[in-house]
């Protein structure tokens, strides 16, 4: 059976208050590039709903020495936010922009970081650069990696959940956001066969099995539900519970 005690959050559902956001420069380093723009608006939206302050951190790791145009860039970037009426701070780092980010989160104790996604090949198989998958699998906090073309006022939230702690979590965090954006919220949850009910299949008759998989449903429910507990109402929720490829299923309910 599943654990169904709430995961013990310390009551940050408040927690996208403290953010940084990365930004990066193209070639030359007079120009923002697309993906640090849309996380810049992803941000301010944010900071709209939370009051947020707007760290902006630049690291001149792909820059040539001697070369402080987009250092310039960034600044001018930071005085336009700021006159918008924000509270922003620029650092600017000298070391891989993924690990800079990651010391800026453990130094401040950030709880979000804000990049913009940069597929440098749209006939790539990989969905995103390296510097994102570095922070996606690295970063001790979540990241929120913004499409160029998203629609930054969220229409609709997907959590994917393997009813772990983290998974319990991102179903919080998904229902936080989608109470910000008062937009919908779907849950997907795919479980697999376990061995004891794979053994034990060939002598169940067809309803013992079926009173199987729905004993396991509703323990995913009720996790689910356990997970949701404190978290902002979505302005609609579905719980999407299947079985086999999780990548399956998460694009189904996508659809």
């Not at 820059?63 to 960034?74: I, L, P, Q």
């Not at 998974?167 to 066969?193: E, F, K, N, P, Y």
């Not at 299947?242 to 996508?254: D, H, N, V």
Request: glycine share 8%; proline share 5%.
């Amino acid at each position: 059976p599943y654990n169904t005690q709430p995961y013990d959050t310390e009551d940050r559902m408040d927690r996208f208050s403290n953010l940084v956001i990365g930004v990066d420069v193209l070639r030359g380093g007079t120009r923002i590039s697309a993906g640090a723009k849309a996380a810049i608006t992803q941000s301010k939206w944010l900071a709209k709903k939370t009051g947020a302050k707007l760290p902006l951190l630049h690291s001149t790791w792909n820059e040539h020495d001697g070369d402080d145009a987009g250092v310039v860039t960034v600044e001018a970037l930071a005085s336009e936010i700021a006159s918008d009426g924000f509270d922003v701070d620029l650092a600017v780092r000298s070391d891989r922009p993924w690990l800079e980010l990651i010391r800026h989160v453990i130094r401040k104790q950030a709880d979000l970081v804000v990049v913009g996604k940069r597929k440098r090949n749209s006939a790539s198989p990989t969905p995103l650069g390296r510097a994102t998958r570095k922070l996606l699998r690295k970063c001790p906090t979540p990241v929120w990696a913004v499409h160029p073309r998203h629609c930054l006022e969220p229409e609709s939230v997907l959590a994917a959940t393997d009813l772990s702690g983290v998974g319990d979590l991102v179903t919080q965090l998904g229902a936080w956001i989608s109470g910000l954006a008062s937009c919908r919220l779907d849950v997907v949850h795919v479980w697999q066969v376990g061995i004891e009910l794979q053994m034990e299949a060939s002598r169940m008759s067809e309803s013992e099995y079926a009173a199987a998989v729905l004993s396991i449903e509703n323990d995913a429910r009720a996790r689910i539900a356990s997970a949701l507990e404190g978290a902002p109402d979505p302005a609609a929720l579905e719980v999407h519970l299947g079985k086999g490829r999780p990548s399956t299923s998460i694009l189904e309910a996508c659809a």
